[in-house]
């Protein structure tokens, strides 16, 4: 038996107003005046001078604004680092992302494209980054993902939504700063933090459960519960709450693995763009039948804050589309494997998928 070693942020600042140290954070890391700090940022942020003011911008350093409307492609990474190799004299002293799941992602990956050969697609899967990234930092506005704490970048690529797992993919430092969430639209809210709630779910009943997962997974879920069904706490708790929950989930799958919603909401988001968050809980909405538990609560959550989720995704789908979600879907063995144990495709059939694809 060989036991994964895995990478964990190396530094981490908590606290209201945290983000106001970025200054002091970076300063030693310059490594000359034509070695820019490149920040990647969400653009929501863009006209938001509360935020942008407080960028500490130096000699050339310089702020690439990305949208997020659909989620980080390979090309779009590419793009970034051929900008970047353009416009600086030297190589970055470093990159910052800041922002949901996206940015951050966006930022992971071109930290290491700015030292790797090649495209972006080339590394899509495990361990095949040969070079140290670039120093990164991570800075989350949005809570859910896990992409702060994460050893992958996930990218839609031009063959498949894969992440580029690597030793070098987590953050350098990350600052967890409650109050950038403060102006989360309630429906983005709920859909990425329940991105949270979902990898508790699917890592605290997987078959690849272990204490290191269980015990991460089990405070996520508890501090998920208090969130989302309770009334008792302050803006500022929930948000700080949240805000752990997702570091936590992200611990806890980082040595386990995710389960059916994920392995059926990837295709969602590779053939019709929808995002994880809102794909993740269109999916989970129906399955009871391998979530009963973790599916009662959902509908509770969903209920208690209004949320409605679009429907009829699929009905209109050509066969041929249904067919590829299937596919897809039915690639992630490990996915499949953690949520049902090994004889999964006894359980998980196309016809199977199919029906619950119909429903979506
Ligand atoms: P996102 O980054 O796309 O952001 C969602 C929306 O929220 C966007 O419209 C964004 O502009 C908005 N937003 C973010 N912060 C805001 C703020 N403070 N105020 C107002 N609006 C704000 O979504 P996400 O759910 O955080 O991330 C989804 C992405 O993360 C997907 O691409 C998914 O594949 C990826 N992901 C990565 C990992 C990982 O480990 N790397 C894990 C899960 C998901
Ligand atoms: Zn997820």
């Not at 820019?36 to 911008?57: G, Q």
């Not at 998980?348 to 998928?353: A, D, E, S, V, Y």
Request: charge should be negative.
């Amino acid at each position: 038996m060989s036991y994964k070693n895995f990478p964990m942020v190396p530094r981490v600042i908590f606290g209201r107003g945290g983000f106001n140290q970025l200054s002091e954070i970076l300063a030693p890391k310059r490594l000359s005046m034509n070695a820019p700090f490149i920040y990647i940022i969400d653009d929501v942020f863009k006209n938001n001078s509360w935020l942008t003011s407080r960028i500490p911008l130096a000699y050339s350093d310089k702020i690439i604004f990305v949208s997020t409307k659909e989620e980080p492609k390979t090309s779009q990474v590419d793009d970034l680092v051929e900008d970047i190799i353009l416009t600086t004299k030297e190589l970055p002293s470093g990159i910052i992302g800041i922002g949901g799941g996206s940015a951050l992602d966006l930022a992971k990956a071109v930290s290491i494209m700015l030292t790797n050969e090649g495209e972006a697609k080339d590394y899509q899967g495990w361990d095949l980054v040969k070079h140290a990234a670039i120093y990164h930092v991570g800075i989350p506005t949005i809570s859910g993902t896990g992409a702060e704490v994460s050893r992958t970048t996930v990218l839609i690529g031009p063959e498949k939504k894969l992440g580029i797992n690597s030793d070098f993919t987590p953050f350098d430092q990350v600052i967890l700063d409650s109050e950038l969430t403060k102006d989360i639209p309630t429906d983005q809210w709920f859909f990425t933090g329940m991105d949270c709630y979902i990898h508790c779910i699917e890592s605290l009943t997987g078959t690849y459960l272990n204490a290191f997962s269980q015990t991460y997974g089990n405070m996520a879920l508890e501090l998920c519960k208090e969130v989302f069904l309770e009334n008792s706490l302050t803006d500022i708790e929930s948000q700080e709450k949240l805000m752990m929950a997702s570091w936590h989930g992200g611990m806890s799958i980082a040595y386990s693995q995710v389960g059916v919603a994920h392995a059926m909401s990837y295709p969602l988001a590779y053939l019709l763009g929808i995002k994880h968050g809102v794909g993740n809980c269109i999916v989970f909405d129906h399955l009871e039948e391998f979530y009963p538990e973790g599916v009662k609560l959902f509908k509770a959550m969903k209920k208690k804050h209004q949320i409605v989720l679009p429907k009829g995704l699929c009905a209109n789908l050509r066969d041929e589309e249904i067919d590829k979600m299937i596919s897809i879907a039915l690639n992630l063995v490990p996915l499949w494997e953690n949520a049902l144990g090994k004889n999964w495709k006894s359980i998980i059939t196309p016809k199977k998928l199919k029906e619950l694809y119909l429903k979506m």
